[in-house]
């Protein structure tokens, strides 16, 4: 290692891993406070404060599952348009099209809709 690379045990780099695994644990409390998943979790200390009291990603995680994966393709697309500067609705409407376009192209090849888009009761 040159005498001018910083360790990557350095101080700052530790402390701005720091910095993000905080900012991590506020970023997944939002996204699960914005599916209002406190209505539904197990955790009693979730429901009296209306929002999550994990910090560990577990409540936007099973979110996440239960979610069909149609709709956790277009909520990951969605994401990553926002990521490229598109303003919410565009990037969102961009990401319906997206979806619309690889679930035509699935359909052209002969696959249908996974088990978790299977129509239920049937």
Do not use: W
């Not at 001018?4 to 699960?32: C, D, G, W, Y």
């Amino acid at each position: 290692m040159a005498s001018t690379e910083k360790s990557p045990f350095s101080a700052e780099h530790i402390a701005e891993f720091n910095r993000i695994q905080a900012l991590r644990r506020v970023l997944l409390r939002r996204m699960t406070d914005a599916f209002e998943a406190y209505r539904d979790c197990a955790n009693p200390a979730c429901r009296r404060a209306r929002g999550c009291q994990r910090d560990d990603g577990a409540c936007l995680t099973a979110i996440m599952r239960a979610m069909p994966e149609s709709e956790r393709r277009l909520f990951r697309h969605a994401i990553e348009n926002r990521l490229a500067g598109l303003p919410p609705d565009e990037a969102l409407r961009r990401a319906a099209v997206r979806v619309e376009e690889e679930e035509a192209r699935l359909a052209a090849q002969g696959f249908g809709p996974g088990p978790e888009e299977a129509p239920r009761g049937t």
